[in-house]
């Protein structure tokens, strides 16, 4: 298996739907991620195996020095693999590139060990009002 990871690569709808729906449980949607990422992001990693897209993670920003991290998901069969923490890698990469100083995402408690042991990202203090 050999594993390519692009900043800003190309996918398609469909398939960024059901690896989403995969990995967070719910439905596909139907959503555009095409459009949200391209309107929205600063940019993304797509990871590929062969034609197979096994990984994702969106680099939203705002505008300046702050990168967040949303939506990173891997391929359930693939988990554990070290395919997160290289989309991660890759994601701080492209934001370090764009001048980001800063990278933040928010996890549930179940996703500790990968972010701040597997990725290197330390605890902080912050907040969420749910909408």
């Known amino acids: 298996m050999t ?8 996918f398609d ?3 960024l ?8 449980g719910a439905g596909p949607r139907g959503s555009d991620w095409v459009a949200r990422v391209r309107r929205h992001s600063l940019g993304w990693v797509c990871g590929y195996d062969g034609d197979r897209l096994i990984g994702f993670v969106n680099v939203a920003w705002d505008g300046g020095e702050h990168a967040f991290l949303v939506d990173t998901v ?10 997160g923490t290289r989309l991660v890698a890759t994601a701080a990469d492209g934001a370090r590139r764009a001048g980001c100083h800063w990278l933040h ?5 179940g996703l500790s060990a990968f972010y701040l042991r597997a990725c290197g990202f330390r605890p902080t203090a912050a907040g969420l009002l749910a909408l």
């Not at 594993?3 to 190309?10: M, T």
């Not at 739907?17 to 967070?24: I, M, N």
């Open 3 to 10: 594993i390519v990871y692009g900043w800003r690569a190309d």
């Open 13 to 15: 709808n469909a398939t």
């Open 17 to 24: 739907d059901a690896l989403h729906a995969e990995g967070f």
């Open 74 to 83: 891997v391929a359930a069969d693939l988990r554990g693999a070290g395919v």
């Open 105 to 109: 995402v928010d996890f549930l408690p």
